[in-house]
């Protein structure tokens, strides 16, 4: 005699395949913490600084901008944490070659777009600032960072021109 056993086949439940996914994600956040790029966190020496039109406008840039845009860079803790810490690394490397005030005097770095980014609202990022509540500058604040900006690196802003 032959007998067959027939075996049910349970489907997995919504929870079985949520804890699934969760172990999965955990798992692959983990591996990502193996990649070893985002985590040096050097901030080179400052070469030389622009001649600031007031110490206001060096105060205010140092708060909204210095970050991305000198030596000076405050890491914070979530900067160790891939991929935070990847793209955290990839904006300031971005950052300092476009626009370095720790580095003046360098061919092919200039201010002269600053201002303007500012005001289009370009400058700081929109993801830069909830992480960073002392970059959300007040309007008055703002103003006075676009004004001693063009002060310091002239261009123009828009509107300028059209008085």
């Given at each position: ?8 086949v ?24 193996l ?18 039109d ?19 860079t ?24 476009e ?7 360098r ?12 005001q ?10 909830p ?21 310091t ?11």
């Amino acid at each position: 005699m032959h007998i067959q056993l027939q075996q049910t086949v349970r489907p997995h439940s919504a929870r079985q395949i949520g804890a699934i996914v969760l172990a999965g994600l955990m798992l692959l956040v983990l591996l990502m913490q193996l990649i070893p790029y985002g985590r040096e966190h050097t901030n080179p020496p400052v070469i030389a600084e622009p001649a600031w039109d007031s110490p206001q406008t060096r105060a205010l840039f140092f708060r909204a901008c210095a970050d991305c845009h000198s030596n000076e860079t405050t890491w914070p803790w979530y900067s160790n944490i891939a991929p935070a810490s990847w793209l955290i690394t990839r904006d300031v490397t971005q950052g300092r070659a476009e626009f370095n005030v720790s580095e003046w005097g360098r061919p092919d770095n200039d201010g002269d777009d600053a201002a303007k980014l500012v005001q289009n609202g370009e400058m700081p990022p929109w993801f830069y600032l909830p992480l960073h509540p002392e970059a959300n500058l007040s309007p008055v604040e703002r103003q006075q960072l676009i004004n001693g900006l063009l002060a310091t690196f002239g261009g123009e802003v828009e509107g300028e021109n059209e008085r």
